[in-house]
């Protein structure tokens, strides 16, 4: 009914930037909070930023003070920049929603596809 597709992920060299955007579309619906993850190889997807529907945001400690997330409510898009970035940022990001179907009583959570992000030189 409703699918996230993540886009902007790449190859980039450490100290570069990308920004990622992630468009809601599908059925009708309404988000609450929304948030970026990431998992690199071997390890756990990690919660790396979110913001609630009013837009306020927390970060994990590791990227704090280099990305940045905002969301465009008008255009259920929520967005990641990221700033100096390192090679330790490799991993495949996905996007999250909190989201619940018009008609739906409930929230659920819902994830994009992934899009893949190496940082290397």
């Known amino acids: 009914q409703v699918q996230l597709v993540e886009s902007g992920g790449g190859l980039v060299q450490p100290g570069g930037s990308l920004r990622l955007s992630c468009v809601a579309s599908?059925?009708?619906?309404?988000?609450?909070?929304m948030g970026w993850y990431r998992q690199a190889p071997g390890k756990q997807r990690e919660l790396v930023a979110g913001?609630?529907?009013?837009?306020?945001?927390n970060y994990a400690g590791s990227v704090k003070g280099r990305f940045t997330i905002s969301r465009d409510n008008a255009k259920n898009t929520v967005y990641l920049q990221m700033n100096s970035l390192k090679p330790e940022d490799t991993a495949v990001y996905y996007c999250?929603?909190?989201?619940?179907?018009?008609?739906?009583?409930?929230?659920?959570?819902?994830w994009g596809q992934g899009t893949q992000v190496t940082v290397s030189s």
């Open positions: 913001i609630t529907s009013g837009g306020s945001t």
């Open positions: 999250n929603a909190d989201l619940r179907i018009s008609g739906d009583y409930y929230y659920h959570q819902y």
């Open positions: 599908g059925s009708a619906f309404s988000i609450n909070d």
